[in-house]
């Protein structure tokens, strides 16, 4: 997934892009270790359910703080469809 540009509005600093793009991929690092622990043999889908919540997250004003909730509602529905194995 490549990471959106928050650079299209001139309203907005540079380092504050660069600071929101840093947030954005230390929280996916963290959600994805998270994930992986819960699900370790379905990384891929995991992996697609965190670049659509990232997607997602960027068509808010404050997408730092959204996708934790927009991963966990992806992660949870591949759940519910058991497209993820859970460890034993």
Known sequence: ???????????????????????????????????????PFSAGNVEQALDEAEELAWGTPFPHLFLPDFAEVRVNALATRSELVVAA
């Open 1 to 39: 997934m490549k990471t959106q540009q928050c650079s299209s509005n001139i309203h907005v600093a540079p380092q504050f892009c660069r600071q929101l793009k840093e947030a954005i991929v230390r929280t996916k690092e963290r959600l994805r270790a998270k994930y992986a622990e819960l699900f």
